[in-house]
């Protein structure tokens, strides 16, 4: 059986990857502060800091892992950085701090989520992994920071190989209410109005994490290491037509309140898809409207919960 490190394993990627492994009969690792939602057999919680490097000699000490997937990040494109030495060192410092044990240890695999929706910066067509990366937030200027160093760490060493994979925006179960699609569904279920900051004609890919966690497997069986990826469904989905799903899956009507655009947003991102459909041949997605009706459960029970 193989087993593989989830380094934030309990957040909304790493809890979907972790359950979809583990459903898979793979061994699965799961090492963050808090242990995962899901409970299997092939699950192994150790919760504890990133940045405690003790802990994880002990995990690479312990048990023989075959890949390390990194989904952790503390903090998003849209979040106000205050002591930028606790984020780096988290982020970054970390980061790096756990290729170098993996190293020590022999580990010569990592999968690294990286970001589609906010490496790139601005564009107005579809965006290739070729696309020049400049991005105009500091969570994207991190993320930036990841993808180099993966490259300078195998430079140094040409056995150790990586894969960087840069998502849309990936939506689905386990997810916070706090990301577009969840937040109007939720609004809808309950009758809130809904705050918008830019316009409902921003436009951006979208994926479900069904799809997700199922190319997250196939470009690793794949075996075509050292490359970055975009992964998203290669489809724009406005503001406007998600507010339209949520409305008619919920039965009900959402007021909008208008705002100034965030810093750090972009109006339009849309991923070129082309090289992961080649590489993995996969050519059917979950549709937004699809995706948000199969979504409508989770949030309506999170929703009653919280009514409780």
């Known amino acids: ?3 593989i490190l989830i380094v934030g394993g ?3 990627i790493g809890t979907n990857l972790s359950e979809y492994f583990c459903e898979r009969g793979i061994k ?7 242990p995962s939602h ?8 150790i919760c504890g800091d990133c940045k405690n490097t003790t802990i994880l000699n002990e995990i690479f ?13 503390s903090f998003t494109a849209m ?6 030495q606790e984020v780096l060192a988290t982020n970054l410092s970390a980061f ?4 170098g044990i993996m190293k020590n240890h022999g580990v010569k695999k990592l999968v690294y989520i990286s970001s589609g929706g906010s490496i790139y910066g601005m564009a107005d067509a579809p965006i290739k992994e070729t696309h020049i990366i400049s991005p105009v937030s500091f969570y994207g200027w991190m993320k930036e920071s990841c993808e180099h160093y993966l490259e300078f760490a195998s430079r140094l060493d040409s056995e150790f190989n990586f894969l960087i994979l840069r998502p849309a925006n990936v939506y689905g179960k ?8 969840g937040v109007a569904l939720r609004n809808a279920i309950i009758g809130k109005s809904m705050d918008i900051y830019g316009d409902v004609t921003t436009c951006k890919d979208y994926i479900h994490i069904d799809d997700f966690c199922e190319i997250v497997e196939k470009l690793m069986q794949s075996q075509k290491w050292n490359e970055i990826y975009n992964v998203g469904s290669g489809v724009g989905t406005s503001i406007e037509d998600i507010l339209k799903y949520a409305q008619i899956i919920a039965n009900n009507k959402i007021e909008i309140n208008y705002h100034e655009r965030k810093s750090g947003d972009v109006p339009y991102n849309i991923l070129d898809i082309g090289k992961l459909k080649e590489t993995i041949n996969k050519s059917n997605f979950v549709s937004v409207e699809s995706g948000m009706h199969d979504m409508y459960k989770y949030v309506l029970s999170i929703t009653n919960r919280e009514s409780y």
């Open 61 to 73: 000490e312990n048990y023989k892992i075959d890949i390390v997937l990194h989904s952790l990040t």
């Open 38 to 45: 899901v409970h299997h057999e092939n699950l192994i919680d």
């Open 28 to 34: 699965v690792i799961n090492f963050s502060r808090s």
């Open 96 to 99: 790096i701090d756990l290729i």
């Open 10 to 12: 309990s957040g909304f």
């Open 79 to 84: 979040d106000e950085v205050g002591s930028s």
């Open 174 to 181: 386990y997810q916070k209410i706090e990301r577009i699609i």
């Open 1 to 3: 059986m193989k087993t």
